[in-house]
């Protein structure tokens, strides 16, 4: 018989283990460093028991929140705000709701393998200008594995979570949409708690926790090998994690010294939307509700031959396109390109706070 005990037990350990992860060699000795390090453990843990152990009815489903601003996965987007809803492939599904301001919205299908190798299989996808909106922003979009008239989500048998990615331009002006999900054809009311379905969540919330925390690690130190820029990484690595099959990802890996800049200047091709963010060595993003780590085609100033320079450094040295290193000497990084005709790659370089201020001044 399942025994929720010993499930929790297990769910326990597993973390304990995870923890492990943190005091890897490989991970920088700075006391913050490690301490965002446990910080993120237990925001994963936050995450997976509201995806594995709350939403895990697929008759009933809701949107809930698995990134926000205070949990954080794989570089998430300071401008996005994510919806989620747990699901079964192989039933059907009614999202209705309307689409707000936002200019930026993209659905899609994924069978969530975290708690397994990591990954996060595509199985269909709607992006903004292939989904017929009615004339006040109101939609309907059936999920299912048979195809259907209109608006429709393709879903295989092993779908497990709905994904809605909505970005701003200007947080001040703009506003998100709002969803809901129901299954049709379902019962008319949840069935009492499983203690087997309890049991199956803790083992599975235990194993996302492992499977993010190390994927994103892996992450990291593959950036690192080519410190201080933007290499050219094949993007089917990204999309196995749930990346959007329209946008570009540009990671970075940056170590800098207290007393220096790093700078980053290239030329935005046409795209629907692009944004660069500072994030930490987990791959979470800096604080975005009290600091200047990121920027997007809205608020970037743009110079008149087209190109943008971002200045990264601890302190505001009087200059458009600034980013707050966050007390930090060394992190992770990332530019997306949305739509774009072309992706190209930011050149970097290293300069001392006194170069800054010279080459400012002339």
Known sequence: MTNPAEAW?????????????????????????????????SRLTKLALEQYVEATDPDFPFFYALSHETGKIGADNP????LNASIKGDCDYRITGTKGSMPYFSIVANAMRYHIDGSAHP???????????????????????TPQEGNWLRLEPDASVIII?????????????????????????????????????LDRAAQF????????????????ENTNSFPDIDQSMFQKAGGAADIYYA??????????????????????????????FWMESFDYRFREVTLNKHTAKVRPDGTVRIVCCANN???????????????????RWVGADHHPLPTTRIVSISELARELGE
């Open 209 to 224: 926790v492992s499977g993010v925390a190390r994927t994103f690690f892996d992450w990291a130190l593959l950036f690192k």
């Open 123 to 145: 199985t269909g996808s709607l992006m903004m200008d292939e989904i017929a909106w009615g004339p006040n922003g109101e939609v309907e979009i059936i999920a299912s594995c």
């Open 317 to 335: 040295p009087g200059v458009d396109n600034w980013i707050d290193t966050s007390g930090h000497t060394e992190g992770t990084a990332l530019i």
């Open 165 to 201: 990615r909505q970005s701003y331009m200007d947080r001040v002006s703009e506003r998100p949409g709002e969803f809901k999900i129901e299954r049709i054809g379902g019962p008319e009311r949840p069935a009492p708690l499983d203690p087997e379905v309890l049991c199956a969540g």
């Open 79 to 82: 401008d996005n705000r994510y």
């Open 251 to 280: 990671h970075a890996y940056w170590a800098i010294q207290p007393d220096q800049a790093w700078i980053i200047e290239v030329s935005p091709p046409e795209c629907d939307y692009w944004n660069f963010q500072f994030d930490n």
């Open 9 to 41: 037990k297990r769910f326990c350990d597993k973390l304990e283990q995870t923890g492990e992860l943190i005091l890897d060699e490989r991970v920088p000795k700075d006391p913050l460093i490690q301490a965002e390090g446990f910080r993120y453990l």
